[in-house]
């Protein structure tokens, strides 16, 4: 487990816990949209760029792809 | 009437077209036929993966869902992202294993990650069972879509019969490659229409998207939330996990050509890093079975809702339009899936030898499948609906043998997930048919997982018990190193 394996998990739990937040499970509109509606596209956007970053992290921890030539020739190593 | 039942057979025989476009000769190998080779690049790929999420069920079920259950249809947005992130991770991995060791199906890989023919067997035809129903309500929404728009019992039966024919006909010729070419008209006809259907409906009923979610806040502000009942928190939190396991796991066993077929990781991992800002085409649907809310009365059938506004404020044509996106919806989802069980039952349930008996085993599978599930939805439209219950719930009980054989060196054999398994289908069976009651709002799919993981680590000691007293200590190091 690296550091930059907690960058997506933060939309994926701001998706799960949605109808647990009583701020966005409530009736109410935002910008004329349900909240629920709101909240839930907003943060599918916001993944994303969090894998854009954990992309760039792995890239600098050096654990970026290469080339498939490599790729395949280390195909047992786990993966990150 | 006229107009819609010409528009309709012109588009099924347009998709037939397109899949026979996808490849100029038929593939000459089991290989070239089901993974394209393995040399798919980022367009196709995207349209392929989505054109696995984007079914009929997204297409007229969501409308549905969010007609009954108001944001509850909600549940169906997060999962894919989530699912994504996690094979965001194990891209390269997965499609390393598959390029090395010439995985074609997700019983190649279980078997030879845990050096089981059984376990590769018990796989596939797992995945057939729970996978063969969905295949059924592919054809039978195909005929659902035409009897709705034209009232017409025996459009329906007759659109089911063309369509199957020319799947099996285009899958048979082009394998993966049809699918792909079916999939590029089918995403853009669909997102058209879904971006006319989110202007006009709630325009033409409501004045607008925003004016019409304040009435609903007025009159229907219940829609808003999730609260007690059937749907309430525990039933989304739950059938998102299942389902997000599910696809971050590569638990149906059709998403696996898809994946196979990629020419290198960075393809795989370029799609789900993006395909999350696609899926957000799920809440056209979505917004539009909200505006039913407002027209039609409780109760109505909720799968037709959004045929039923179409009608009422397109003109004819453009239901049409809608129609042929809506069969598109079916038609190529269908096809993917029979590649998905054929290679299964050629590579993983006869086993036969030869590349050749192989490569006609799969064929007169395609064909057999799509002719029992055409006959199902013809004669018997209930019979496998009880199994279409299963099928999330059912093939998400792979997820820990999966998972577990991504690892270089894996903790576990194939007995404790034999055990595991056989324990999971168990419990997920016995609560879906016989004590449904007792699960109350948790998806069984979870609560079978469970029982799957405690009998999982159960049978670990076990058998490295039962291994220590039998294999000298030279020989364990092997048996449990992949």
């Known amino acids: 487990m690296r550091p930059y394996h907690l960058i997506p998990a933060v939309p994926a739990l701001a998706l799960a816990l949605m109808p647990f937040l009583p701020f966005v499970n409530t009736d109410g509109l935002w910008f004329g949209l349900p909240r629920m509606l709101v909240w839930g596209a907003a943060w599918c956007v916001l993944c994303t760029p969090a894998l854009l970053l954990t992309e760039r992290q792995m890239a600098r921890e050096g654990a970026e792809l290469t080339d498939t030539t490599a790729t395949v020739t280390t195909a047992e190593g786990v993966d990150q | ?482």
């Not at chain 2, 000459?28 to 080779?37: I, P």
């Not at chain 2, 060791?101 to 995945?127: F, H």
């Not at chain 2, 069972?129 to 459009?155: A, D, K, M, R």
């Not at chain 2, 055990?419 to 289908?425: K, N, P, Q, S």
């Open chain 2, 1 to 482: 009437m006229t107009t819609i039942l010409i528009m309709t057979f012109t588009g099924i025989g347009l998709i037939g077209v397109l899949g026979f476009a996808g490849r100029r000769k038929p593939a000459a190998d089991l290989s070239e036929w089901a993974v394209g080779g393995r040399n798919f690049g980022a367009v196709s790929m995207w349209f392929l993966q989505a054109g696995e999420v984007f079914t009929t069920f997204t297409f007229l079920g969501m409308a549905g869902l969010a007609f009954s259950g108001g944001v509850a249809a909600l549940y169906a947005l997060p999962y894919v992202p989530i699912g994504y992130m996690v094979l965001f991770f194990l891209a390269k991995r997965l499609w390393s294993l598959g390029k090395e060791r010439g995985y074609l199906t997700q019983g190649d890989y279980l078997e030879d990650r845990y050096d089981s023919k059984l376990l590769g067997t018990v796989a596939a035809v797992l995945g057939v069972v729970f996978v063969l129903p969905y295949l059924q309500l592919q054809i039978t929404g195909l005929g659902l879509i035409v009897q709705l728009v034209t009232g017409n019992s025996s459009s329906g039966t007759l659109s089911m019969i063309i369509g199957s024919v020319l799947v099996v006909a285009f899958v048979l010729w082009a394998g993966l490659h049809g699918v792909a070419m079916t999939s590029y008209f089918k995403d853009v006809i669909m997102l058209i229409v879904l971006g006319v259907l989110l202007v006009a409906i709630p325009s033409h009923f409501a004045g607008g998207v925003s004016a019409m979610f304040h009435r609903i806040d007025k009159l229907h502000p219940e829609m808003l939330t999730i609260h007690a009942g059937p749907a309430d928190q525990v039933w989304f939190t739950t059938s998102m996990l299942v389902s997000a396991i599910g696809v971050g796991l590569m638990c149906l066993p059709h998403a696996w050509p898809a994946v196979m077929s990629a020419r290198d990781p960075k393809v795989l991992r370029r799609n789900y890093t993006w395909m999350p800002l696609y899926e957000l085409c799920l809440l056209m649907p979505i917004i539009v079975g909200f505006a039913a809310i407002l027209v039609l009365k409780p109760g109505s059938s909720a799968n037709g809702i959004l045929l039923t506004l179409s009608k009422q404020v397109l003109p004819a044509w453009a239901t049409g339009l809608v129609v042929i996106a809506a069969i598109a919806t079916a038609m190529v989802p269908a096809a993917g899936i029979l590649i998905g069980i054929s290679s299964l039952v050629a590579r993983n349930i006869a086993r036969v030898q030869g590349e050749r008996t192989q490569f006609w085993i799969n064929h007169g599978t395609v064909v057999a499948a799509c002719g029992l599930s055409l006959l199902l939805a013809i004669f018997r439209p209930d019979l496998l609906a009880n199994l279409l219950l299963l099928t999330y719930s059912g093939t998400v009980q792979l997820a820990p043998a999966i998972a577990l054989g991504f690892l270089t060196r894996r903790p576990v054999g194939k007995v404790p997930i034999l055990a595991g398994l056989f324990v999971g289908e168990l419990a997920v069976i016995w609560l879906t048919f016989w004590n449904k009651d007792l699960a109350g709002n948790v998806n069984v799919g979870l609560i079978g997982l469970a029982a799957n993981l405690i009998v999982l680590t159960l049978a670990v000691p076990a058998e490295r018990l039962l291994a220590r007293r039998t294999t000298p200590a030279s020989d364990k190091q092997v048996a449990m190193t992949a």
